[in-house]
């Protein structure tokens, strides 16, 4: 498929003069820059075309191998200078990967790029570039510690707590800077690189008070070109009940200061729950071991057994053995999702050996003994 005259392209004719050329060539782009149109395949393709077109045209060698053979790469170009031009064959798609965006010549045979072109494009003929613009921009977000005791994830608390965060500033409402004329960047000496080490490592990177530009405008006086103020807070905190270690609690709004009007960001308060004497958790379930003596195991018993949100009874059937689990529905922590929703709570039930206090009662384990004649390692093979 052949391929659209370049001269159609830039909407020129084929005498046209190299300032005919840059000149249609800057109006289409204004109109067809991937800048301009975001996400429009169409207005990229055609773009790409332009560009190739002006690449070409721009270059007197170019143009020449172009006039001669309707199309132009390195191979044509070659084959011209070597006088070879009676061996091409009409038709050769041109290769368009080899193309560099990066340098032209323009016809005095002065290094140009498309880099500059843009620069004049989109700063209003001003080839130097201008210091990019600050945007509305919404507050990082803080992260900070809370330690809580067990009994305080559970039943939740409210406290206040210290933030050193940012606000925007009232004077240049985040810009950074109050207007004025653009100067050299202070911070880069105008290069838009500064350097940082890293151990042994020495690297550049783009300045962050010019964005790379090495210009920009005076800085505000009141927050020296930050665009936010520090300030520190008493920030009311709810944690809410049924909480565990990790859990992050979101403060809306009490994060760093936003910039030129954007929110600023939010506070999350990451938990970390100290130890039960007792009690275990896993999820929104609650464990605890609770000792019975021999006599509460063998015949059974009602005992009071403690839970996260006071004392429960529970019943223990007769032949109970150590190690055995019983379950308290609804007994555990109460869930985050829903604080009327709650866990279950283990009871694990440990036999405790009688304390041998006199003679009697080892006359009393002896008779029951004697009366109760079993082993309980026989389903070993032992005796």
């Known amino acids: 498929m052949a391929k659209e005259d370049f001269y159609k392209i830039l909407g020129v004719k084929k005498d046209a003069k190299?300032?005919?050329?840059?000149?249609?060539?800057?109006?289409?782009?204004?109109?067809?820059?991937?800048?301009?149109?975001?996400g429009d395949k169409a207005a990229e393709d055609r773009f790409k075309q332009m560009s190739e077109a002006f690449d070409v045209l721009s270059d007197p060698k170019k143009r020449k191998v172009y006039d001669r053979f309707g199309q132009y790469s390195d191979n044509l170009a070659n084959a011209a200078e070597a006088g070879a031009g009676s061996t091409y064959t009409r038709g050769t798609p041109f290769d368009f990967s080899g193309f560099d965006f990066g340098a032209t010549t323009n016809q005095g045979?002065?290094?140009?790029?498309?880099?500059?072109?843009?620069?004049?494009?989109?700063?209003?003929?001003?080839?130097?570039?201008?210091?990019?613009?600050?945007?509305?921009?919404?507050?990082a977000d803080i992260e900070m510690p809370l330690s809580l005791s067990f009994e305080e994830a559970i039943t939740g608390l409210t406290t206040s707590l210290i933030?050193?965060?940012?606000?925007?500033?009232?004077?240049?409402?985040?810009?950074?800077?109050?207007?004025?004329?653009?100067?050299?960047?202070s911070t880069c000496k105008g290069t838009g690189q500064v350097q940082r080490t890293g151990?042994?490592?020495?690297?550049?990177?783009?300045?962050?008070?010019?964005?790379?530009?090495?210009?920009?405008?005076?800085?505000?006086?009141?927050?020296?070109?930050?665009?936010?103020?520090?300030?520190?807070?008493?920030?009311?905190?709810?944690?809410?009940?049924?909480?565990?270690?990790?859990?992050?609690?979101?403060?809306?709004?009490?994060?760093?200061?936003?910039?030129?009007?954007?929110?600023?960001?939010?506070?999350?308060?990451?938990?970390?729950?100290g130890r039960h004497q007792y009690f275990t958790r896993k999820g929104d379930n609650i464990y605890v071991t609770v000792p019975i003596t021999v006599p509460e195991a063998a015949?059974?018993?009602k005992i009071e057994v403690p839970t996260v949100t006071g004392k429960a009874q529970l019943r223990i059937p007769p032949g109970t053995q150590s190690g055995q689990k019983f379950r308290l529905r609804g007994r555990g922590?109460?869930?985050?999702?829903?604080?009327?929703?709650?866990?279950?709570?283990?009871?694990?039930?440990?036999?405790?050996?009688?304390?041998?206090?006199?003679?009697?009662?080892?006359?009393?384990?002896?008779?029951?003994?004697?009366?109760n004649e079993e082993n309980p390692r026989v389903v070993m093979g032992l005796e």
């Open 18 to 38: 190299p300032e005919e050329i840059k000149k249609a060539y800057r109006r289409l782009a204004r109109k067809y820059h991937p800048d301009v149109n975001p």
């Open 333 to 371: 922590a109460p869930s985050l999702r829903d604080a009327s929703v709650h866990g279950d709570q283990f009871v694990e039930a440990q036999v405790t050996l009688p304390k041998v206090i006199s003679e009697e009662t080892k006359d009393l384990l002896r008779k029951y003994a004697q009366m």
């Open 299 to 301: 015949l059974g018993a």
């Open 199 to 273: 151990g042994r490592l020495r690297f550049s990177q783009e300045c962050p008070d010019c964005g790379g530009s090495g210009k920009r405008r005076p800085p505000c006086s009141l927050c020296k070109g930050k665009g936010v103020l520090p300030k520190t807070e008493n920030v009311k905190v709810r944690i809410p009940a049924g909480v565990d270690t990790g859990s992050r609690v979101r403060i809306p709004g009490k994060g760093e200061g936003g910039r030129l009007g954007a929110p600023p960001g939010d506070l999350y308060i990451i938990t970390n729950v």
């Open 109 to 139: 045979g002065a290094s140009g790029s498309f880099r500059d072109i843009f620069a004049d494009l989109f700063s209003g003929g001003r080839a130097e570039r201008e210091p990019p613009r600050p945007q509305p921009e919404r507050g």
């Open 163 to 185: 933030v050193n965060r940012s606000e925007q500033c009232s004077r240049c409402h985040g810009a950074g800077d109050t207007g004025g004329s653009v100067v050299t960047c």
